[in-house]
């Protein structure tokens, strides 16, 4: 007779309990740690290693790191078979390991599908398409066995000196909502049980990551809780009801109080208030930081306790804090029923993966099902409808085949493949020039020229892993400069491509951060390359690849138009050269405001009545606001109207909007609703984002949109922190973006 926790068809709570019944102390504690990313189980010819994998896997894991990193889909397919043949046939319980990977973007794998970096993701305001982003990550990591991922990331990118801002949504906690909601279901699909084609999904950084101090990563962050509930806790709390199986605390500090250590955050709110029935990972080496960066614990062991307790679930990477936990369960420094908590939710998580009935792939599709053709579609549809106009003065775009006979591509993001972080080289890519190359035909002449470096090395995937990044040498690009204003003063229009790279924006690994900066201007000689190059009277087009919005204050005011492409993907080449020679029309907003130097951060529009009085000599105003974006049509707003102009507290109403296609092309417009509490009895936000959507419009057409106004949209937490809508006057603002509105009032009655 089998036991019951391998019986099928008992309900997931049952095979938990009767598990846990059956296990040793050593067993338990093996699910609360992983074995990292690097760790070796294999012998020289790549082969399954059973005598290394004893050290690390005789009583089991909760789960190992990054199978697929570096290698193939079948070799990395293999080698998680190999794994979890030993567990399930070769350990005492046979329970089965979760393989951990990162899909912030697209699986981080070699040979697998990239998608446009979060941010970029974030500019398309489509929740349908990030569904099926995700959607399409989720069946490329499943092809090779793996079943768990840290992501979404659910930060609010509030700080663009952050060198994580690339890998958020945007600033605004309304829009990385709809994002959460998205991304989860893409990974998990429809729930709660996982098929073989979803994973279990992580929202991460919980919480108030993307505020730190300084823009520093990790950096404290002093909140109040109104704050949190108001702005920071909607993403994930939609991702928890969402079904979202695990929970990556953050490693900063709120008022005071690690997150690792935070009772309230991870079982008062994530368990008790929203009945988060998944498991808490740390984040890398955070619970290690408790000692040697927070300074609150004492030792190893302590460290343990404190996050255990706290409700860490799990501990990432290698595990040197968790590994005291049976020594501490024997000699009586922790009860061994707060390991059976959290042992618990990670055998529940496993159960609704299936991974006791199918914890094998088959390791022969696994090449078939990376990065497919319709993939590389879904990439190429995501590039597109990412892409952000954000001048286009004289409308010098799209450039016109019959004016041109000769093109300068220009810069050091042309002719190199940039992805952001967490990328790996894909099977299939196309660069910005070979775009440009292949949409020109032989009907334009295409020069190139580098013009400098942004960093000594090239910064993109290959230097992922450097310790340290240098700022390239000026005097080196002497001669680059020189010979890009050269093809520059022959051609007939320039394309310049500039910006950042992966050296300069990206994450960094373990204890060492290095995307962060104090200063928002372009690196190396950039801006004076392009004002070498406008000064051959060459018409200029600059085309931004980045992770953050940048200083490029001269660049705005000088540069007819500028193409904003964050990191495209690997098939952002094509989609840049379409919007460029007006094959495609550019539809993406910005899903943050963009600061004209780092002394006016905090730039986000959400501000409260009392923030952004102005600095002398200076204007205070983003250099382009929240929600922005132009296009080469042009959309005329009209015919605000509510179904009900007075509600009580409890009702709701409808606003509907005309919008119109007022230019001669199709193009996509996204229709933001923003509310205004207009006297509160606390300080309310100037504005804020409640509703959005995208909407396609024929040249004269007109749509009219729909937006729900209901309690949750005019509410606050009020001084006795409850949720309230309070009787007054609300303005309703419709528009293209947070500035260019049109207004309506709604009254709330007593």
């Given at each position: 007779?089998?036991?019951?926790?391998?019986?099928?068809?008992?309900?997931?709570?049952?095979?938990?309990?009767?598990l846990?019944?059956?296990?040793?102390?050593?067993?338990?504690?093996?699910?609360?740690?992983?074995?990292?990313?690097?760790?070796?189980?294999?012998?020289?010819?790549?082969?399954?290693?059973?005598?290394?994998?004893?050290?690390?896997?005789?009583?089991?894991?909760?789960?190992?790191?990054?199978?697929?990193?570096?290698?193939?889909?079948q070799?990395?397919?293999?080698?998680?078979?190999?794994?979890?043949?030993?567990?399930?046939?070769?350990?005492?319980?046979?329970?089965?390991?979760?393989?951990?990977?990162?899909?912030?973007?697209?699986?981080?794998?070699?040979?697998?599908?990239?998608?446009p970096?979060?941010?970029?993701?974030?500019?398309?305001?489509?929740?349908?398409?990030?569904?099926?982003?995700?959607?399409?990550?989720?069946?490329?990591?499943?092809?090779?066995?793996?079943?768990?991922?840290?992501?979404?990331?659910?930060?609010?990118?509030?700080?663009?000196?952050?060198?994580?801002?690339?890998?958020?949504?945007?600033?605004?906690?309304?829009?990385?909502?709809?994002?959460?909601?998205?991304?989860?279901?893409?990974?998990?699909?429809?729930?709660?049980?996982?098929?073989?084609?979803?994973?279990a999904?992580?929202?991460?950084?919980?919480?108030?990551h993307?505020?730190?101090?300084?823009?520093?990563?990790?950096?404290?962050?002093?909140?109040?809780?109104?704050?949190?509930?108001?702005?920071?806790?909607?993403?994930?709390?939609?991702a928890?009801?969402?079904?979202?199986?695990?929970?990556?605390?953050?490693?900063?500090?709120?008022?005071?109080?690690?997150?690792?250590?935070?009772?309230?955050l991870?079982?008062?709110?994530?368990?008790?208030?929203?009945?988060f029935?998944?498991?808490?990972?740390?984040?890398?080496?955070?619970?290690?930081?408790?000692?040697?960066?927070?300074?609150?614990?004492?030792?190893?062991?302590?460290?343990?306790?404190?996050?255990?307790?706290?409700?860490?679930?799990?501990?990432?990477?290698?595990?040197?804090?968790?590994?005291?936990?049976?020594?501490?369960?024997?000699?009586?420094?922790?009860?061994?029923?707060?390991?059976?908590?959290?042992?618990?939710?990670?055998?529940?998580?496993?159960?609704?993966?299936?991974?006791?009935?199918?914890?094998?792939?088959?390791?022969?599709?696994?090449?078939?099902?990376?990065?497919?053709?319709?993939?590389?579609?879904?990439?190429?549809?995501?590039?597109?409808?990412?892409?952000?106009?954000?001048?286009?003065?004289?409308?010098?775009?799209?450039?016109?085949?019959?004016?041109?006979?000769?093109?300068?591509?220009?810069?050091p993001?042309?002719?190199?493949?940039?992805l952001?972080?967490?990328?790996?080289?894909?099977?299939?890519?196309?660069?910005?020039?070979?775009?440009?190359?292949?949409?020109?035909?032989?009907?334009?002449?295409i020069q190139?020229?580098?013009?400098?470096?942004?960093?000594?090395?090239?910064?993109?995937?290959r230097?992922?892993?450097?310790?340290?990044?240098?700022p390239?040498?000026?005097a080196?690009?002497?001669?680059?400069?020189?010979?890009?204003?050269q093809?520059?003063?022959?051609?007939?229009?320039?394309?310049?491509?500039?910006?950042?790279?992966?050296?300069?924006?990206?994450?960094?690994?373990?204890?060492?951060?290095?995307?962060?900066?104090?200063?928002?201007?372009?690196?190396?000689?950039?801006?004076?390359?392009?004002?070498?190059?406008?000064?051959?009277?060459?018409?200029?087009?600059?085309?931004?690849?980045?992770?953050?919005?940048?200083?490029?204050?001269?660049?705005?005011?000088?540069?007819?138009?500028i193409?904003?492409?964050?990191?495209?993907?690997?098939?952002?080449?094509?989609?840049?050269?379409?919007?460029?020679?007006?094959?495609?029309?550019?539809?993406?907003?910005?899903?943050?405001?963009?600061?004209?130097?780092?002394?006016?951060?905090?730039?986000?529009?959400?501000?409260?009545?009392?923030?952004?009085?102005?600095?002398?000599?200076?204007?205070?105003?983003?250099?382009?606001?929240?929600?922005?974006?132009?296009?080469?049509?042009?959309?005329?707003?009209?015919?605000?109207?509510?179904?009900?102009?007075?509600?009580?507290?409890?009702?709701?109403?409808?606003?509907?909007?005309?919008?119109?296609?007022?230019?001669?092309?199709?193009?996509?417009?996204?229709?933001?609703?923003?509310v205004?509490?207009?006297?509160?009895?606390?300080?309310?936000?100037?504005?804020?984002?409640?509703?959005?959507?995208?909407?396609?419009?024929?040249?004269?057409?007109?749509?009219?949109?729909?937006?729900?106004?209901?309690?949750?949209?005019?509410?606050?937490?009020?001084?006795?922190?409850?949720?309230?809508?309070?009787?007054?006057?609300?303005?309703?603002?419709?528009?293209?973006?947070?500035?260019?509105?049109?207004?309506?009032?709604?009254?709330?009655?007593?």
């Open positions: 007779m089998i036991p019951d926790y391998k019986n099928k068809n008992l309900p997931v709570d049952k095979r938990v309990a009767d846990l019944s059956r296990m040793t102390i050593h067993e338990k504690v093996a699910q609360l740690h992983s074995a990292p990313w690097q760790v070796d189980l294999q012998k020289e010819d790549g082969s399954f290693d059973e005598k290394k994998a004893m050290a690390v896997l005789k009583y089991g894991i909760c789960h190992v790191g990054r199978p697929g990193w570096q290698r193939s889909p070799e990395a397919a293999e080698l998680t078979n190999a794994i979890q043949d030993y567990l399930v046939n070769k350990t005492r319980l046979g329970v089965p390991a979760l393989f951990h990977e990162e899909a912030l973007h697209g699986f981080m794998a070699q040979d697998a599908t990239i998608f970096q979060a941010i970029a993701l974030g500019s398309t305001w489509d929740p349908v398409l990030v569904e099926r982003i995700y959607h399409a990550a989720a069946g490329e990591i499943r092809a090779r066995g793996s079943n768990y991922v840290c992501t979404p990331d659910l930060d609010l990118a509030r700080d663009p000196r952050w060198g994580r801002t690339e890998e958020c949504f945007g600033e605004d906690p309304f829009l990385v909502t709809q994002m959460a909601k998205a991304a989860v279901k893409g990974l998990q699909g429809n729930g709660p049980g996982i098929d073989a084609h979803h994973v999904a992580t929202a991460k950084h919980f919480v108030a993307g505020q730190p101090e300084a823009g520093t990563n990790t950096g404290p962050i002093s909140l109040h809780e109104r704050d949190l509930r108001e702005t920071f806790f909607p993403p994930f709390k939609a928890i009801y969402a079904g979202v199986l695990s929970v990556m605390a953050s490693y900063n500090e709120i008022s005071g109080v690690p997150t690792h250590i935070n009772f309230w991870l079982q008062d709110v994530l368990v008790g208030e929203w009945h029935k998944g498991f808490v990972t740390s984040d890398g080496w955070a619970v290690d930081q408790l000692q040697d960066m927070h300074r609150v614990s004492g030792s190893p062991a302590e460290s343990a306790r404190l996050a255990l307790r706290a409700g860490v679930d799990v501990e990432i990477e290698d595990g040197s804090c968790y590994s005291t936990l049976v020594e501490q369960v024997e000699n009586g420094k922790i009860d061994e029923k707060i390991i059976d908590r959290a042992v618990e939710r990670v055998l529940r998580v496993k159960f609704l993966l299936g991974l006791f009935e199918n914890p094998f792939c088959d390791a022969k599709k696994a090449d078939k099902l990376t990065n497919t053709k319709q993939n590389q579609s879904l990439a190429l549809e995501a590039a597109r409808k990412s892409l952000i106009l954000l001048k286009n003065e004289n409308n010098i775009l799209p450039l016109r085949r019959e004016n041109i006979s000769k093109l300068a591509v220009i810069g993001n042309a002719a190199d493949l940039h952001g972080g967490y990328s790996a080289l894909p099977k299939h890519s196309i660069t910005i020039l070979e775009g440009i190359r292949k949409i020109a035909e032989s009907d334009i002449e190139f020229a580098e013009g400098c470096r942004i960093t000594k090395s090239v910064g993109d995937w230097g992922y892993f450097e310790d340290e990044v240098q390239a040498d000026p080196d690009d002497d001669l680059r400069i020189d010979a890009a204003v093809i520059a003063r022959e051609a007939d229009a320039a394309v310049l491509v500039i910006g950042e790279n992966e050296g300069t924006c990206r994450e960094g690994w373990g204890k060492h951060h290095l995307g962060d900066r104090d200063d928002l201007n372009l690196l190396g000689r950039q801006q004076e390359l392009v004002e070498r190059v406008m000064a051959t009277g060459t018409p200029v087009i600059v085309v931004l690849v980045h992770g953050r919005p940048l200083a490029i204050n001269r660049i705005a005011e000088q540069v007819p138009a193409l904003d492409a964050w990191y495209p993907g690997q098939e952002g080449g094509t989609a840049v050269a379409e919007a460029l020679f007006g094959e495609i029309n550019p539809c993406g907003k910005m899903t943050v405001s963009w600061p004209r130097s780092v002394g006016q951060i905090p730039c986000f529009y959400n501000h409260k009545p009392s923030a952004r009085r102005g600095y002398l000599f200076s204007d205070n105003s983003p250099l382009f606001p929240f929600g922005f974006g132009l296009s080469y049509t042009t959309f005329e707003y009209s015919s605000l109207r509510l179904e009900k102009n007075v509600i009580s507290s409890t009702e709701r109403t409808v606003l509907y909007a005309d919008v119109t296609n007022t230019g001669s092309r199709r193009g996509d417009e996204i229709v933001q609703l923003y205004r509490d207009e006297t509160a009895s606390l300080p309310r936000p100037v504005k804020e984002l409640k509703g959005f959507e995208r909407i396609r419009l024929e040249p004269g057409e007109t749509k009219t949109v729909e937006f729900v106004i209901t309690p949750e949209v005019l509410g606050f937490y009020n001084i006795d922190m409850r949720f309230t809508v309070e009787p007054g006057v609300f303005e309703l603002q419709v528009g293209g973006d947070c500035l260019s509105v049109q207004s309506i009032q709604l009254t709330v009655r007593e």
